[in-house]
């Protein structure tokens, strides 16, 4: 696998997931505000090129692991926008019958395994798939997606140093967005770059600007060529910033209102189009096109999730454990 002698028009369809993930959260974002969808909300806006830049290489039955910021991780890895939705929204034609919700997404037929409120969670989770993966010999890889403030907890080391010793199969995606909840990097750690703890356990690494597809691409390229011909993990760090705040309704009073325009000026789907464009893969209309059927798209998973039932009443406890 290369991404080097793709023709820049094969790229478009990176271009329509993006816009797919971007319309899709600001859509869940004005539910939320009309209180047609409750709870907490993570949103990955302004991230999306991480989601893309990954997914986009993987085949179906790669198994992906998430947080609890994942909506566009199991997108790009094809999840059902109107299961998804109708999970969001608590309904029982989601996929997890509405009782998972925003954080505990699960789209097993597209390999998106499963998604978790608990920071750093799915990291060992995605070991055990690699372990399958490698017993099996099919030659899928493990990805897991996970924040800066994962790389303080103590199964993130464990897990680095177990796939590392394993050489597992596995591939660790850190989207260091510089902030754990309110708390910027500097405050929870004096290690700056999360790649670095790759280092130490001997995993190869790379550090990547997070907002570019391209490069987040040909990294995670690299990193799943070495995966999959049996030489262990990879570790890709990308720079990133989030342009919400930690959860909807965060007033975000912890970031400069001039660091957020200025963040918003690197916005992912803005730098793909203009670099689309230079390749003379797309024009204008085409532009206003993808957008558009992104957003009809979306709004109709919109009118399923919330036209759907609720879970009935005598289904509370089934699919559940204490
Ligand atoms: C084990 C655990 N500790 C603390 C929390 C509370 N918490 C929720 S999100 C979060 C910050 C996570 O930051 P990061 O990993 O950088 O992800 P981001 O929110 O930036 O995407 C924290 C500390 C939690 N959910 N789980
Ligand atoms: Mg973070």
Redesign the pocket.
């Known amino acids: 696998m290369t991404t080097k002698r793709e023709k820049p028009t094969e790229l478009v369809p990176l271009l329509r997931t993006m816009w797919l993930i971007r319309a899709f959260e600001e859509k869940v974002s004005a539910l939320y505000a009309a209180r047609q969808i409750v709870g907490l909300l993570?949103l990955?806006i302004g991230q999306e090129a991480v989601a893309v830049g990954t997914c986009g290489l993987l085949r179906t039955d790669d198994y992906v692991f998430g947080?609890?910021?994942s909506h566009g991780h199991a997108i790009a890895k094809g999840a059902d926008i109107n299961r998804l939705m109708a999970e969001i929204a608590g309904r029982a034609t989601g996929y997890c019958a509405g009782k998972g919700g925003s954080m505990h997404i699960v789209a097993m037929e597209a390999g998106f395994v499963t998604a978790t409120?608990?920071?750093?969670?799915t990291i060992p989770l995605a070991l055990g798939a690699a372990f399958a993966a490698k017993e099996t010999g099919k030659g899928q890889v493990a990805v897991v997606f996970?924040?800066?403030?994962?790389g303080q907890?103590g199964p993130f080391h464990e897990s680095l140093n177990i796939a590392s010793l394993w050489r597992l199969p596995v591939i660790f995606v850190c989207?260091n967005?510089g902030?754990?909840?309110f708390t910027p990097l500097s405050a929870h750690t004096l290690v700056e770059r999360l790649a670095r703890h790759a280092q130490t356990y001997n995993i190869p690494s790379s550090t990547v600007d997070g907002k570019d597809l391209l490069r987040v691409r040909d990294a995670v390229a690299e990193a799943v060529r070495h995966a999959r011909a049996g030489k262990g993990p990879a570790f890709v760090e990308c720079l990133t910033h989030?342009l919400r705040g930690?959860y909807e309704g965060d007033p975000a009073k912890y970031r400069e209102l001039s660091q957020l325009a200025e963040w918003k000026s690197k916005d992912p789907i803005a730098r793909f189009i203009r670099e689309l464009k230079r390749k003379k893969a797309l024009s204008d209309q085409e532009v206003e096109a993808i957008e558009d059927e992104a957003r009809d798209l979306v709004e109709r998973a919109a009118e399923f999730a919330i036209a759907s039932p609720w879970p009935a009443e005598e289904e509370v406890d089934s699919q559940v454990t204490a």
């Open positions: 993570h990955g947080g609890h910021r409120g608990v920071v750093g969670g996970f924040g800066d403030g994962a907890a989207e967005n902030y754990a909840e989030r930690h």
